[in-house]
């Protein structure tokens, strides 16, 4: 089994070592990833300037790019061979509800995605970030289990994992994305220029959190699996705005 992994943390990120290590077990294993963090790049192509691609002493490729680059440049060009499956992180930090318009985890996933590739972006639900080895062998298993019995649809899916040990994991749970309130007002300072800067402020609290939702389930120590999809299209208000602009 062939499988690129990437993130949004950059190519020295602890989550993303561990998930290669926990991999190469079973898999061959290729890392292209940012060559810093590019937390919230959402899925961002860089068009206005070229692409470079360099390897680190263990074999790890970094880009001076976004998530979206290192996976759409390795499938389209770098690879001599497609991958079976893409993966994304293990993120420092979790990926939920709204989350996962704004993160470059999911970006990097979902770019695989839509080049035809089953993707899954993972992420251990914690600033704390004390047990990758926990997410890295759920995804272990999870790609296992695609390798002997492939899912028969389009596969993209968004995994949020509970920082703590495997022992503390009471399950899995396939949920859909919950919602935060609004994102807390920006930070206002200034800096040693005099100038005011901002700070983009913390995500919200979550809003929408019940039974089903992946906060609902991450809260209660269970491994949420939420499936994802790229199509925006709003189905329900079609027929409405046809009458309206044709009123």
Known sequence: MRILLS?????????????????????????????????????????????????????????????TDCVHLA??????????????????????????????????????????????????VNVGGENFQTAADFVADLAKRFAADPIKEPTLLNVNVPDVKPEA???????????????????????????????VGAAGAAQDAGPGTDFHAVARNYISVTPLQVDLTRYAQLDMLKGWIQA
Not at 18 to 37: C, G, K, M, N, W
Not at 78 to 100: F, K, R, Y
Not at 179 to 199: D, I, L, S
Request: net charge negative; glycine share 10%.
């Open 75 to 124: 499938v389209t060009g770098l690879l001599p061979e497609l991958p079976d499956m893409v993966i994304s992180g293990i993120n420092h930090g979790s990926n939920m509800g709204d989350d996962t318009v704004y993160s470059g985890t999911v970006a990097a996933a979902t770019e695989g995605f839509l080049l035809g590739i089953p993707s899954i972006a993972v992420s251990l």
């Open 169 to 199: 994991i009471c399950g899995v749970e396939v949920t859909r994305l919950g919602k935060r309130h609004k994102a807390e007002p920006v930070v206002k300072a200034v800096n040693p220029r005099n100038q005011t800067v901002y700070w």
């Open 7 to 67: 993130n949004d943390d950059g190519y020295f990120a602890p989550g993303l070592a561990q998930l290669a290590s926990t991999l190469a077990t079973f898999a061959e294993v290729t890392v292209v990833a940012p060559e810093r963090d590019r937390s919230g790049a959402s899925n961002s192509l860089t068009l206005d300037r070229p692409l470079i691609v360099r390897q680190t002493p263990n074999g790890f490729y970094h880009v001076n790019g976004t998530p």
